[in-house]
């Protein structure tokens, strides 16, 4: 399944806000109440699984990798797979307001606008590691794009992982990422449960 570049408004009058899809607001929403048809548990886990994979823009394959990882690494499935789509680098770069959505950031790093450690990485799925600086090519048009993005994001809080500093367009991950700082209002336990059959 390839990645989603269909309207986006669609997207969240169904599934509520996702500030990683599109800065745009609904005007109407979709009230379940008005529907007379009973909600299942499947839907339910379902649409929080969606959640998760429209917000940070993967496609179905690389989400089922994500949970497969998680599975296996020590602590709860739920947290510990937060943290690593919390930790991708398109993700990260949308944080610090570099980008105005995580598309805009994953087009910033393809294009190849962004450093790690004064390397070029034009992976958007790199896992960034606490102690990662993070840059951006010292070409005016870089920094331009960039400025731009600053302007138009409605990003007023980086969060406490992260340290930016806004006059030498200069990021930095302090730590991992803990639950309690991740703004995305999803229950995690669902998209586990929605996969338990599959891994």
């Known amino acids: ?3 989603y570049r269909g309207p986006r408004v669609k997207i969240i009058r169904r599934l509520g806000s996702l500030p990683g899809l599109t800065s ?12 007379n048809k009973k909600i ?3 839907r339910i886990r379902l649409e929080e699984k969606q959640k998760l994979r429209f917000h940070y823009g993967l496609t179905e394959r690389q989400l089922l990798k994500y949970v497969r990882i998680a599975r296996k690494t020590k602590g709860s499935t739920g947290q510990v797979l937060l943290q690593l789509l919390e930790m991708r680098l398109d993700n990260t770069i949308f944080c610090l307001g570099m980008a105005t959505t995580i598309p805009n950031a994953r087009q910033l790093v393809n294009h190849r606008h962004i450093f790690i450690n004064d ?3 034009n992976i958007p799925s790199y896992n960034c590691k606490p102690g990662d600086i993070i840059t951006i090519k010292n070409k005016e048009k870089s920094q331009s794009i960039i400025n731009t993005n600053m302007n138009l994001s409605q990003k007023l809080q980086v969060p406490n992982h992260l340290t930016f500093d806004s006059t030498q367009l200069r990021g930095l991950v302090n730590q991992t990422i803990r639950r309690e700082w991740i703004d995305l209002k999803i229950n995690e336990l669902l998209v586990v449960e929605y996969y338990s059959r599959q891994v």
């Open 1 to 3: 399944m390839s990645r």
């Open 24 to 35: 745009k607001i609904s005007k109407t929403k979709l009230d379940r109440s008005t529907l």
């Open 40 to 42: 299942s548990q499947y």
């Open 119 to 121: 390397y070029i990485v």
